[in-house]
């Protein structure tokens, strides 16, 4: 891994080259409410965007509240979410999610990653994206790019995408919670791509663990 300083030079590098949070940006599920925002993020397990966004419209039609959702019987939910798949084991998360969330905090979503990882359905990965987007905490939310980005460059060395999100709270420096999401997720969208990561015109492949050991083709 990346050695204190040279963390430091990667994101400010980041920052330059990214444009990070932009005006309005409502984060990868680009929900109004943390309820809808946890059942987005469930919905998206194994999910394309396109698809996790058609069966979350086509639910939100239906119901758009804890106890809306647990007046819609299965087949109902089930039908409408079917787009982004697993249709069956997604409904009886929502459906244990929902009757958790009344029963034991009044239907209301906590604030805490402690809290919101209580919740059925609810992982690291979720509960810090509804923490940054919905309650506007300081976190460095890991999804699929930010996972491959971080080990690849060195920032990280972890083989879960949770393990990469505790690493990165630990190493990363605390100016760059807020948008660290924002630029590395970028940056794992436009040059350090899964496949074909474009390291010729990677500008921080001077600092790149992955590029450095010859491993870049």
């Known amino acids: ?13 980041l920052q330059r ?3 990070g949070r932009t005006r309005g940006a409502k984060g990868p ?10 059942i987005s993020c469930m919905l998206s397990a194994q999910s394309l965007d396109r698809n996790t966004a058609a069966a979350a419209r086509a639910l939100f039609a239906l119901a758009k509240t804890p106890q809306d959702m647990l007046a819609l019987d299965d087949e109902a ?3 409408a979410i079917r787009p982004c798949g697993l249709y069956n084991m997604k409904t009886r998360n929502i459906r244990a999610f929902c009757t958790a969330l009344l029963a034991e905090h009044g239907g209301k979503v906590p604030d805490t990653r402690k809290g919101l990882m209580s919740l059925p359905g609810i992982g690291r990965k979720c509960a810090d994206i509804v923490l940054s987007f919905t309650f506007g905490h300081d976190v460095i939310a890991v999804d699929t790019h930010v996972h491959r980005v971080c080990n690849r460059i060195g920032l990280t060395a972890a083989k879960t995408a949770d393990k990469t999100a505790e ?11 807020r948008d660290g999401h924002f630029w590395l997720i970028q940056f794992g969208k ?11 015109i990677c500008p921080v492949s001077n600092l790149c663990v992955f590029y450095l050991a010859g491993q870049a083709s």
Do not use: H, N
């Open 1 to 13: 891994m990346l050695g204190a300083e040279d963390v430091e030079r990667v994101y400010r590098i």
């Open 17 to 19: 080259e990214m444009p």
């Open 29 to 38: 599920k680009g929900q109004p409410d943390a309820f809808r925002s946890c």
């Open 77 to 79: 939910i089930a039908a």
């Open 167 to 177: 690493q990165l709270e630990e190493r990363s420096p605390q100016w760059t919670l």
């Open 190 to 200: 436009r040059i350090c791509k899964a496949r074909s990561p474009a390291c010729e």
